[in-house]
């Protein structure tokens, strides 16, 4: 186990570096001036420019630059916000807990919904459950999160009254913008539990269970679903990745707090120090979830450990 | 004798009867066809836009700003007396082009990368490869946000950004797909009597990997129209006055109290068109390559 574990850890390094370089090229990859174009909205004279080239290390050779940017990351400086002089990080984990918890709450929404139709589904399969169920994960896989939450926002915030419709704070405030974020991942995980519970169900133990003469339920969850859920898991971490980064759009919608909506506002407002800052949080955040659940993958189901 | 692989003529053959079956099959298979129908629907109103749409779809008129839906304009007007109507017509050529150029540029490129890092192996495909892992390492929406922040937002830079970001996904399918297919007898054939590479790849490679990247391509699409048009919506896609979905979205949040209809009609187009490439896109999943059905 430990050296599958170390294996895999090894694998993210040359990921992990590859993603600083790529985050660290978007500076060069601007078509014209960097600085120029960060600084295009003020009133800037040449020893203005000449000073943020020279805080933004501009000048020095492109492999130095690079190192400084790898070494501050890893120590935590993600350099400073243009606009504010804030430190990156210290936005970051300001409003880490909120987006933080937007995505738990949505994942954790979307594995009940999802799990719960595809059960339904495989369960009573060709049956119009089975249409029902699949037709709602049609329309939620196509449904857009933003028309969603704008939807929920005119019924029960506008409408009806019973929800806040902006802004962070307690469980209320979270409610519509996790369903609103969820319902595409739910799609996306009914559909794979159907068809895993239907590959499980097909399997002779759980012939012999009924022969055994256990309750229906008892097999399709105690024998059926446990084991159906192993192929769920690694879907989980993909799916959180997602959720993260559709935070961007649910923010926006909700006029949340949050790193997606910083990040967002970063963008516009051509602050680069702090897009990159948070694009790298997020992607490396991203490879570590991914990497754990690999090894929660390999502790479940022994034949990844030693295939 | 069972053990030999079928010889070259009747794989091919093979090959041959599942793309002659695909129209018959597809004529069966409702959800497709109801699919089909969607896609086609839209693609016909993107055509005729200019005879469909009563109205210019930026022409502002003050006087008639913010009216609910009437005969008159089945739709409503926005803030800027624009009928709605007219703009959701104009918004089908936008996001079927979108759709098709961003899935053009992934499937293209992914498919070059995949078939030379699956055919070459080796230290080629250990550096494509490790490309593709550092581009998948930044989850969902987030290259594409990326890309459009480095260049700048519009309607052109948003294909290019949705298309990148969507390389990983066909370079890994062809790949894989590469992987099996040139280890066949027919391509070892072909390479002893010296057939260059690039004939290889594109005569009797590609054809074996071609119906999983149409699956992909069509499932693609509605992915890179949703991606396109949330990117609109916060902003960084298209720019007004341009009758793009997602940005007409936005612009009808502020109104949302008094004027529904602003939001309400190009979030059911955006969704309708999703639905109809999903289904048409499910459909050839399971007429062309069964092995894919999940």
Known sequence: MIRYISTRLLATVPVVFGVTLAVFSMLYLIPGDPVKMMLSEFATSPEQIATMRAQLHLNEPFAEQYGRFVWSAARGDLGRSIRDRRPVTAEIVELLPATAALAVAALAFSAALGITLGIVAAVRQNSWWDLGSMMVALVGVSMPSFWLGLILIFIFSLRLGWLPAAGGGGALHLLMPAFALGLGASAIIAR???SSMLDVLRMEYINTARAKGLAGR???LRHGLLNALIPIITIFGLQFGSLLAGT????????????????????????????QGVVLFVAVFYV??????DVVYAVVDPRIRYG | MGDLPPAPSARRRAARTRWKMLVPRTRRHKGALAGLGIVLALAGVAV????????????INIVVALQAPSQAHPMGTDQYGRDIYSRVIHGAGISLSIGLISVGIAASVGTVVGLVAGY?????????????????????ILLALGIVSVLGPSLRNLMIAVGIAA??????????????????????????????VPIILVRHILPNVAAPIIVAATLGMAGAILSAAALSFIGLGSQPPTPEWGRMLSEGRDYLRDAWWISTFPGLAIMLTVLGVNMLGDGLRDVLDPRLRI
């Open chain 1, 288 to 293: 570590l979830i991914n990497l754990v659940v």
């Open chain 1, 218 to 220: 008892s097999v399709v």
């Open chain 1, 248 to 275: 961007v759009i649910i923010e926006t919608v909700f006029g949340r707090p949050g790193i997606g909506r910083l990040l967002v506002a970063a963008i516009l407002n051509k602050d680069f120090p702090l897009v």
């Open chain 2, 48 to 59: 005729f836009d200019n005879i469909l749409a009563p109205a210019s779809p930026t022409r």
């Open chain 1, 192 to 194: 794979l539990t159907r």
């Open chain 2, 167 to 196: 390389i990983p996904f066909y370079a890994r399918l062809v790949r894989s797909s590469v992987l099996v297919a040139k280890e066949q007898l027919y391509v070892e054939a072909a390479r002893v009597v010296g057939v260059s």
């Open chain 2, 120 to 140: 070459y192996g080796g230290v080629i495909d250990g550096l494509l490869m490790r490309v593709i892992d550092v581009m998948l390492a930044f989850p969902g």
